[in-house]
């Protein structure tokens, strides 16, 4: 039967400087060693030695958790062999956290299994280069902003624009700005007098603190009815198209632009808001998200003044005519595009069309959004992923899935509920309530082809040329 044994790296290693120039060496240490060995192949994103349960290193370090195999059979000396050697180059480079563990003699890896495969999925796919925020991030790989809970914004008054959250250092896209809980939710009452007396029950259940903090917001509505001017200004929907919004003392400072730095998204578990950056922020930048519903300048325009009451002078608003003609060009295209591909009858009959328009959907919203468009991305992966799954093809509906996984993590985080209802199918398509209605496309998750160009594997998951 056999039994597993190799060697962990605890901790595992950071994305810094040092720790990335270690494991370039270390890489470079066994690429050398074993270049003439027919049972090492060396791939552009990984080591693979094709003994026992071919074990990995990958080329990204981070990523790395365990090189292991089962011992077992007329090759268990050989791969043991190969594990001992990879294990003593490691420890040369990492000293004390190259840990050695055989299950044979009762001595445990540190990581669970779930842990080791989670991380081997991502050798696959080359992460984007981090942008540090400090020093010490870059050459150390530790943030201390992160580990003192440094606020990463500071609240400022803006010329024309009021209260406003500022960058108070280098924000890297991705990076959670805050979370915040709701002093009070309300849903949106079409009487404005039922609004102002449903504000003032609320109003009496919170502190002092909390009453006088609702009081400072910004109303645009001012009037009879200061309560719902303040609601009506600063709420923000609990989840999309949700007829309940939330007053938040910090995040209600956010202001808008059609072309933002962050995203917002209610996550209804933790019962909180949440702001990530979705590009990376300057120190000193104005921290904005989107409050509109997209669509061309007018669209968007008559919807803020209603809803928010104000007009948008941001950076998008403010271009010349014929560059803000363009813009709206593209917005009336991806509403058009987001239309028929989401049309379950031609999703059906015409597949390949729905994901010729995915396609061209994805080369509008990065023209358009400046190569940022945040949610709009994800939501346009999992729609790919959806045709893809439909029609049975799980090859490339886990791709697709991953990378509306990895977009969500961008825009929501990892304890998002959709982020993690995402990595679900990830992991497994065939989970999906679509899975098994038509088998046009049907194949297996393992047929992903490996080994080719960008170009090549972008070409073959978008089944173009076919």
Known sequence: MGFDA??????????????????????KVISERYQDDELVEIKPKYLEFKVG?????????????????KISGQHGSRVKKYIDTVAQVAKLSFGSRIQYWNEGADVDGFYNWREVHDSIKTYEQLDEPEIPTTVSQFVFGTDPIRELDLPLFEIRTLASKGKALVARFNIANGTRILQEHPLFTTPNFS????????VA??????????QRQFLSLHNNFPGQKPFSGIVKTNALPCGTNSMVGGIYPTICLINHSCLPNAHNNWNGDANYETIHAIRDIKVGEEITISYDKGGPTVARHTHLSSAFGFNCNCSLCSLPLSELNK???????????????????????????????CYSLLETLDEEYQGVAGALIARLYYDAFQISITHGDQARASVFAQRAYKARVICEGEDSPETRRIKNLMEDPTRHRNFGVSARWKNAKRMVPKGLTTAEFEKWLWRQGR
């Open 6 to 27: 190799g060697f962990d790296m605890v901790p595992s290693l950071s994305r810094g400087a040092v720790d990335n120039q270690n494991w370039r060496s270390f890489i």
């Open 53 to 69: 349960e071919h074990p990995m290193l990958p080329i990204e370090g981070h990523k790395f958790l365990r090189f292991s195999s």
């Open 191 to 198: 009487s404005i007098s039922e609004m102002e007396s449903n």
């Open 201 to 210: 029950r609320k109003l009496k259940s919170l502190s002092k603190i909390q």
């Open 327 to 357: 813009s709206d060009a593209r917005r009336l295209h991806i509403q058009h595009l987001d239309d028929v591909i989401g049309d379950p009858n031609r999703v059906l009959s015409k597949p390949d069309g729905c994901l010729a328009d």
